[in-house]
């Protein structure tokens, strides 16, 4: 079974920064597809920010230019970079990751954006 375990949530004032990881139990060498979500209170979980096997990445358009998506293939993490947080970013945020036709979730972690 795999695991997934994200960190780096809190509270920040709007305008902050803050860096989510997601460490994985498995090689993410070998995963297709990584992705981070969120999901706010009364919402819909949305995707926020994707990447490929080959660095193709993709941006919801409310995150567009303020968060980075990457990995680190040595360490087996991926990493959610947020800067410019607004209130609206505020969410339990997920990672996701796929292997082959199996995908595997995070437990969450909380991000709290307000002054």
């Known amino acids: 079974q795999v695991q997934l375990v994200e960190s780096g949530g809190g509270l920040v004032q709007p305008g902050g920064s803050l860096r989510l990881s997601c460490a994985a139990s498995?090689?993410?060498?070998?995963?297709?597809?990584m992705g981070w979500y969120r999901q706010a209170p009364g919402k819909q979980r949305e995707a926020v920010a994707t990447?490929?096997?080959?660095?193709?990445?993709n941006y919801a358009d409310s995150v567009k230019g303020r968060f980075t998506i990457s990995r680190d293939s040595a360490k087996n993490l991926v990493y959610l970079q947020m800067s410019s947080l607004k209130p609206d970013d505020s969410a339990v945020y997920y990672c996701?990751?796929?292997?082959?036709?199996?995908?595997?979730w995070g437990q969450g972690t909380q991000v709290t954006v307000s002054s």
């Open positions: 996701k990751l796929d292997w082959g036709i199996m995908g595997y």
């Open positions: 498995r090689s993410i060498s070998s995963s297709n597809f």
């Open positions: 990447i490929t096997s080959t660095g193709s990445t």
